[in-house]
Every structure is written in structure tokens, then in C-alpha cells.
């Protein structure tokens, strides 16, 4: 960063506020966007900027979260205009904004917030203008190459849902006419053994609370801070306290429904109350089951069933009485195979995209101390 000037981020950009809530927006259409924290809203008879700018979530989950905007649009008041001075690149400024992790700046335990006052003081390089442009080109096409895998990964995701519909047929309506049958029929649904306060560890086997388990499932990552001594996990193994490998865990608090197939080198215990745990009954696929756990019909019967409650919360009683299109082994058998073929490709996939994901950090190092240009 030796050879450019360094500056204060408040020195090239100015910021901005709104108050402008979602809620107001119903009855007003035209010709200009709106965004807010989860991205586009809709086209409104308005706009605020008329420039190109940054915009920044100031309150709220995904706080410091930094989006390029275009000219003409505007944003709500969960976020933040970021305004580049006439020397500095539009898109310049949202590298180095995104560089700078703005959400470890954050106030407020029940609902975060960061403030343009407290991190305009972080300092940045600033090049001359044509040297920002391009960083910000070679940064712009390194992005690209990662939106692309990603955007292949998805396409995987629907060629899944695309063979299940013609397989099975929409399970809303199911018009193959397959067997239906509540949930407790197939499954034994129980939860853990109740581990108490004293009976935690430091080391041992690990003890998954409900974000542990939701890590795992969507992310891949194994999580973990908590755990029980090998004795204790292994006297309650023996007692037959312990899933089995194709046994199927189901979130039962916060995002509900999502599933994890019990693995054969797996070597953890749950918390009660939060994790549900389905153990076969009859004989079924448990890759079929998991993904019908992903379709509208079972998503909305976990809606009706937990609505009412403060928290979201599905009750084993409630997992026993959802309704499960069921057709014959072999043809889940044929679909989980399908899955597990492209699973295996997905896997591929996402090491390329770590890849690329690793090399985009490192350009984006070698543009920021000065080292291509």
C-alpha cells in the first residue's frame, strides 16, 4: 500500500440516511427501483440518487453488507446511502468497502447496527481514478467467474427438483395417485436423552445445539463448543439412546424442518427439545424423505403447525401427523441414487468454487497493496 496515498474512508464519500419503510411502498408504482437488505423490492414513482452508488445495511440481520446500486433508485431505511466523491470509482469504493468488513463495527445485542460515523475513519488506499477502474475491472471479471460456478451449483439443485417432479408428480396434488401415510406410521419419532449443565465438557463427543445441526445442513460446516464424556455418550449408545447411520435429525426450532441424514462415522449427541430424531419404522429411502422435507407440500404443513407460536417450534406430535407421499422403494431407491450422482458433481463444484473464492482474495490482496498497478 506503500506506493498510493492512504486516506480516511469519510474523505472520498459521504453518507446518506432514509426513511423510507417498506410498508409505505404498497400502493406506489413506476418506473424506478427500490432495494432493501435482501436485494431488489420493486419499481417505484420515485428515486433519491441520481448517481451510482454504494449502499450499506445499517440495521438488522446481514448489517454490513455492502451492494453496488444504480442510477435513479433508492433504498429503505434498514440501509445506508454511501455517496463517492467525483475522484473516486463507484465501483472502487464497494471493493474497498467490502474489503474493510464493516460489520465488525456493529452496536446493539437485540438488533445491530453500524454507523457511517464510526467506520468513515477507516483508512484505504486511493490510486488515481483510472487505476481504480481497473482494479475494479479486474475484480469485476474475477466476480464473475465465481457468480458463474455458483450459478451452475444452483442449476444442479433445480436438474434434483426437475427429476422429482417427473417422477413423482407435483406432491401437493399427487397425481400418481401414490400411497399417502402420516409420518408416525413410518417413522419412530422421539428426541435425545436431556444432557444437564454439569454433565457438558470441554472435549469429549461433540453436543450439537440446533445452530450446530443447521450449520452442518446448510453450510457443510461442523460446528461445535459444546460436549459429553465418551463414557456418557457411550452408555447411552448402548442403551439405544444413539441415531443410526440413515436415521434422519429434523430442526425442530428456528428453521424449521431441515434435515440431516445420520452418517455412518458419525460420533455426536443433540440437544433435547430442539432436534427432533426419526428413526425407520418400515422401510424407506432417507434421501427420498429428506428431500420431500423440501417441497411446498411438507413446508406448509410445518407452517400450519407451528403458527401461533412466538418461537418458531415443531412438536413431535405435531413431525407424527404430517402426511407423506409415499411411492414404492424402488422408485425412491432410483431417485436417491440420481441425487447422490449429482451430489457427487456438486461436490466437485463447490472445491472449484473454494478455489476460485481463495484466488479472488488473493488478487483482491495483491490490488490493494499496489501490486499490479
Known amino acids: 500500500m506503500g506506493k498510493w496515498k492512504m486516506v480516511r474512508l469519510g474523505d472520498v464519500c459521504s453518507g446518506a440516511v432514509t426513511n423510507i419503510a417498506q410498508k409505505d411502498l404498497a400502493d406506489n408504482y413506476g418506473d424506478y427501483p427500490i432495494y432493501g437488505a435482501s436485494g431488489f423490492i420493486k419499481n417505484v414513482d420515485f428515486y433519491k440518487q441520481e448517481k451510482p452508488y454504494v449502499a450499506v445495511i445499517k440495521d438488522g440481520a446481514g448489517v454490513g453488507r455492502v451492494s453496488r446500486m ?107 395417485g401414490w400411497e399417502v401415510k402420516r409420518l408416525g406410521e413410518v417413522f419412530k419419532v422421539t428426541s435425545s436423552k436431556r444432557v ?75 440437544q433435547d427439545g430442539m432436534i427432533s430424531w426419526m428413526s425407520k419404522k418400515t422401510e424407506v429411502s432417507a434421501d427420498y424423505i429428506m428431500y420431500l422435507f423440501c417441497t411446498e407440500v411438507i413446508r406448509r404443513q410445518i407452517e400450519r403447525a407451528s403458527a401461533g407460536s412466538t418461537v418458531g417450534y415443531l412438536s413431535l406430535a405435531n413431525l407424527e401427523n404430517f402426511e407423506l407421499m409415499l411411492p414404492p422403494l424402488p422408485l425412491q431407491t432410483q431417485f436417491a441414487s440420481f441425487v447422490e450422482r449429482v451430489e457427487a458433481q456438486k461436490a466437485k463444484m463447490k472445491q472449484g468454487l473454494e478455489l476460485l473464492e481463495l484466488e479472488y482474495k488473493s488478487l483482491m490482496q495483491k490490488c490493494f497493496n499496489g501490486e499490479l498497478y
Not at 469504493?93 to 447496527?113: E, N, Q, S
Not at 469429549?204 to 455418550?233: A, H, K, M, Q
Request: contains cysteine; proline residues 5%; hydrophobic residues 40%.
Open 70 to 176: 444504480p442510477a435513479k433508485s433508492s433504498v429503505i431505511g434498514t440501509m445506508q446511502y454511501i455517496l463517492p466523491n467525483e475522484n473516486v470509482d463507484r465501483n472502487f469504493l464497494y471493493y474497498v468497502m467490502a474489503k474493510l468488513d464493516l460489520a465488525r463495527f456493529y452496536t446493539g445485542a437485540t438488533i445491530p447496527h453500524i454507523y457511517f460515523k464510526d467506520y468513515k475513519k477507516e483508512t484505504i488506499p486511493l490510486p488515481a481514478l483510472p487505476i481504480q477502474q481497473k482494479i475494479a475491472d479486474v475484480l469485476d471479471r474475477a466476480n464473475a467467474l465465481i457468480e458463474k460456478r455458483k450459478a451452475q451449483i444452483d442449476k444442479l439443485d433445480l436438474l434434483v427438483k426437475s427429476q422429482f417432479i417427473e417422477m413423482f408428480g407435483d406432491p401437493m396434488t399427487n397425481p400418481m
Open 196 to 270: 444437564y449443565q454439569h454433565e457438558q465438557t470441554t472435549s469429549g463427543v461433540p453436543f450439537l445445539r440446533v445452530s450446530d445441526i443447521t450449520n452442518r445442513i446448510l453450510n457443510g460446516v461442523d460446528s461445535c463448543s459444546l460436549y459429553i464424556s465418551d463414557e456418557l455418550f457411550d452408555s447411552y449408545k448402548k442403551a439405544g439412546l444413539v441415531p443410526k447411520a440413515n436415521d434422519i435429525l429434523v430442526t425442530a426450532r428456528g428453521t424449521l424442518g431441515l434435515c440431516y441424514i445420520v452418517k455412518e462415522a458419525d460420533r455426536f449427541y443433540f
